[in-house]
């Protein structure tokens, strides 16, 4: 089945550090999310994009869903260890009630 | 408000034996979906309810996975039999089921190990 191309696979940072990641898609999604998982669990949303430029924040979170509706960004700002874990991107194509394709990961390492 | 619940949460297994988990999804959602999380990938869907019939399973290897949601509530997905490859995290999600703009919660994952 068609995966996203998520970049970087990892990132080892400095707490206080600001963080990007991306997404890319062959194909056109008419959403985007974020989602992180920690050790354990299930994935938790951070961030829902629905619109071709929007550019959204959670907190010290922001992620833009991408012009051409095939990539997404998600910066985290000043990190702090809490933001240790697994950062997955999901693409809904809108056409099936919530059918999400994920990407690989990105894990996140923040050292105190 | 109670999440998705899973059970059981660890489940190791021999080749060729069979398993089967448990999901109830969050009150008033009618939509479910089972996704297969193998180590170091994302979540791939395996099947997708709505209500009680079948929305999308085109990924789940039917010769040896099945999923039913009888009543339109909760879902029990069984693996017979199993294969080494089947060692995943099985999460279950639900959704209100409005098609756009629709958030899908995840279960904690039930985590099977097929030695």
């Known amino acids: 089945g068609q995966q996203l191309n998520q970049s970087p696979q990892s990132m080892f940072i400095q707490e206080g550090e600001d963080v990007s990641m991306n997404c890319t898609s062959s194909?056109?999604?008419?959403?985007w999310l974020w989602y992180k998982q920690d050790p354990g669990e299930g994935p938790v949303l951070l961030i829902a994009?629905?619109?071709?430029?929007e550019l959204t924040s959670n907190g010290r979170l922001t992620a833009q869903f991408g012009i051409t509706r095939k990539d997404s960004f998600l910066n985290i700002s000043a990190s702090i260890p809490s933001d240790v874990g697994i950062y997955f991107c999901?693409?809904?194509?809108?056409?099936?009630?919530?059918?999400?394709?994920f990407g690989q990961g990105t894990i996140l390492t923040v050292h105190p | 408000e109670a999440g998705v619940a899973q059970s059981p949460r660890y489940k190791i297994i021999e080749k060729r034996q069979s398993v089967a988990f448990w999901c109830n999804p969050i009150?008033?959602?009618?939509?479910l979906y089972w996704y297969q999380q193998i180590l170091g990938q994302g979540p791939k869907l395996l099947i997708q309810f709505q209500n009680n019939g079948v929305v999308d399973d085109s990924q789940l290897p039917k010769d040896r996975f099945s999923a039913e949601r009888l009543k339109g509530v909760d879902s029990t997905l069984k693996i017979q039999p199993a294969k080494l490859e089947d060692s995943a995290v099985y999460l279950c999600a639900s959704s209100l089921g409005v098609s756009g703009g629709n958030t899908i919660y995840f279960g904690e994952g039930s985590w099977l190990t097929v030695v």
């Open positions: 009150s008033g959602h009618a939509t």
């Open positions: 994009l629905y619109k071709a430029g």
């Open positions: 999901a693409g809904d194509k809108g056409t099936s009630y919530g059918k999400l394709t």
């Open positions: 194909s056109i999604f008419n959403t």
